[in-house]
């Protein structure tokens, strides 16, 4: 998979060098490339912004810079995100999704945002979503682009050492948080691992990890019960 991610702070980017990520670039699984916006700007100042239409406070992301730039990195496989509050949610089930693409391209916004009339102008020649990682503002795309970037990587066959970490997590496939974990030692503190994780009885085992899945999912994301199927579990677990 290619990744591109355009951003007036490339810098910002830096940690998608480190760790998982760093390596699925090295061994080739991805070819993740930053660029700074300001290589396609036309003026000796490299200005990107300017006053909004309108009127308001803040500046805009001139719509001509970010064309040559998306010109330039876009291809015709490629799927255009831009990170804004006004976007669509951003869940797991949206990084399996694009997992599956070739080829991603992340125009980080800055300021007040982009002229609108970019997303506009790509929208008629390929696949662009605004995309939302939560309901609050950040100064720019660059943070939601380290999180779309590292929540896609990982996903990718390969770049994960053992693919089945990837299956009992929060917002899974079951659509429900994952259960609580425990190490050695078994006493901590005065803290005792529930007897059920030691007992070595294997169906035991998956049986409270899926209650205690349940009796999360209901106490703190009871929106994500709703969203299941009510035929997939049984309320009477929940009744303890
Ligand atoms: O702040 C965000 O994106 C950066 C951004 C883009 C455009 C204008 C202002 C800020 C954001 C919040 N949730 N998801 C994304």
């Known amino acids: ?54 009127g308001g406070a803040g500046m ?22 831009v990170p804004s509050p006004a976007g669509a949610p951003f869940t797991q089930r949206t990084a399996e999704t694009w997992a599956t693409e070739q080829h991603l391209v992340l125009a980080c916004g800055r300021y007040e945002g982009i002229d609108s009339r970019v997303v506009e102008h ?7 979503t605004e995309v939302s990682l939560g309901d609050y503002v950040l100064n720019g795309g660059e943070v939601a682009a380290l999180v779309v970037v590292e929540a896609v990587a990982r996903l990718l066959p390969g770049v994960v050492g053992n693919p089945a970490s990837l299956v009992e997590e929060s917002h899974g496939a079951a659509g429900l948080l994952e259960y609580p974990v425990y190490t050695k030692p078994p006493s901590w503190q005065g803290h005792d691992v529930p007897e059920v994780l030691l007992s070595g009885h294997h169906a035991r085992i998956a049986r409270w990890r899926r209650d205690e899945a349940l009796r999360r999912t209901a106490a703190r994301r009871p929106d994500l019960l709703e969203a299941l199927d009510a035929g997939e579990w049984d309320r009477h677990d929940l009744e303890v």
């Open 60 to 81: 805009v992301m001139r719509p001509d810079v970010w064309g040559r730039a998306l010109d330039d990195v876009l291809t015709p496989e490629a799927h255009l995100l």
């Open 122 to 128: 790509y929208a008629a020649r390929t696949r662009v």
């Open 1 to 54: 998979m290619r990744i591109d991610v355009v951003t007036i702070f490339p810098e910002y980017l830096a940690p998608l060098e480190l760790s998982l990520v760093g390596k699925a670039r090295t061994s080739g699984l991805l070819d993740l490339r930053v660029h700074d916006l300001r290589t396609w700007t036309d003026d000796r100042h490299r200005t990107v912004d300017d006053t909004p239409f309108g």
